[in-house]
């Protein structure tokens, strides 16, 4: 069992499930670790959003107010993300 | 021969035999009810800011941030109560409210000032004082006759 794909599997689903709606990074580990058994380590979470960053599925934006980084999927995201439902 | 059964049953009926009870979910189980959470926050956070439409004003972009964050977190937690989740859902009612109601405010206020502007137009009209002035009137009438 890779726990990377596992974690990489769960944010896609729950982004596209979001429709768009800019997910906090904090709430968005929070909802990892809460999904996943065994519990997914901090480290594999950062890995896992990374590599979907890397791949082009998803974007970060950071707030120019409070610093603080929101997560939506991009099109070919939101494409891989329908695929896995 | 009844009294005996009767009391038969009801000792029966004293010592019911416990339910069992259900099985706790699969950890697939839990994650489909967490992601149906999200999925249900996600929606709900979209229908908020479509009521408070493209450019709400900046006291109320402040606090529908706060409010995404609030249920984005209570949504994404495996343990959360549903009627807190509700709950916290129904915070946005009142300002909702306050908003339609601020709205119907300004509408009425437009109307307002519309009928008042009617009102003096016709008043004036009324009084001539939007009539031709004698000055006016022979300017006119000079040029005319040149013509």
Redesign the interface.
């Known amino acids: 069992m890779n726990p990377i794909s596992d974690i990489k599997r769960f944010l896609m689903r729950a982004l596209w499930r979001l429709n768009g709606l800019p997910w906090p990074d904090a709430l968005m580990d929070e909802a990892a670790r809460q999904a996943l058994v065994p519990r997914p380590l901090q480290s594999d979470i950062n890995q896992a959003k990374r590599e979907l960053e890397a791949a082009g599925f998803i974007q970060g934006t950071r707030d120019e107010l409070d610093e603080l980084v929101t997560w939506t999927l991009t099109d070919k995201g939101r494409h891989k993300a329908k695929q896995l439902g | 021969m009844s009294e005996t059964s009767d009391k038969t049953t009801r000792t029966r009926a004293r010592h019911k035999v416990p339910r069992p009870s259900p099985p706790p979910p699969s950890?697939e189980e839990?994650?489909e009810q967490?992601?149906a959470q999200?999925?249900y926050a996600?929606?709900h956070?979209?229908e908020i800011e479509r009521a408070f439409g493209q450019n709400p004003p900046p006291r109320l972009e402040t606090l529908i941030k706060l409010y995404?964050?609030l249920i984005?977190?209570l949504s994404?937690?495996?343990?959360t109560n549903p009627d807190q989740l509700k709950l916290a859902m129904s915070l946005m009612k009142p300002v909702l409210d306050w908003e339609r109601f601020e709205d119907a405010r300004k509408e009425r206020e437009r109307a307002d000032e519309k009928e008042r502007q009617t009102q003096e137009a016709a008043r004036s009209r009324e009084a001539g004082e939007d009539a031709l002035r004698p000055e006016t009137l022979e300017q006119i009438e000079r040029e005319l006759s040149l013509l």
């Not at chain 2, 994404?76 to 343990?79: C, K, R, V």
């Open positions: 950890p839990l994650q967490l992601l999200i999925a996600g929606s956070c979209a995404r964050v984005l977190k994404g937690e495996g343990q």
